[in-house]
């Protein structure tokens, strides 16, 4: 069974900035699609950036320029580099993959625990 990791968060000032990390622990077949995602109190779940089947990048546009999306496939493990953070930033940030545990098992929506990030001052 494949179980999402989240590491990092916090809280942080204005301007400030902030690391989360993702592993995809235990055995599988490959990665698809593999990013972050986050909810704010009463606000429904939004798209922060992910990496495509392709390997591209894709960004939600209150994020590009200050957050940046980087990978170990390798290790399994997405990152999220977040400068310039805002007081809107604040969410629970959820790590997010579309994975393939076998051959020929079918893609599978898998979500971290999800990490807090509360920037204030």
């Known amino acids: 069974q494949v179980q999402l990791v989240e590491s990092g968060g916090g809280l942080v000032q204005p301007g400030g900035s902030l690391s989360l990390s993702c592993a995809a622990a235990?055995?599988?077949?490959?990665?698809?699609?593999m990013g972050w995602y986050r909810q704010a109190p009463g606000k429904q779940r939004e798209l922060v950036a992910l990496?495509?089947?392709?390997?591209?990048?894709h960004y939600a546009d209150s994020v590009k320029g200050r957050f940046t999306i980087s990978r170990d496939n390798a290790k399994k493990t997405v990152y999220l580099q977040m400068n310039s953070l805002k007081p809107e930033d604040t969410a629970v940030y959820y790590c997010?993959?579309?994975?393939?545990?076998?051959?020929?098992?079918?893609?599978?929506?898998?979500w971290g625990q999800g990490t807090q990030v509360t920037v204030s001052s």
């Open positions: 990496f495509t089947s392709g390997g591209s990048t």
């Open positions: 997010n993959a579309l994975i393939k545990n076998t051959i020929v098992q079918g893609i599978k929506n898998y």
């Open positions: 235990g055995s599988l077949f490959s990665i698809n699609v």
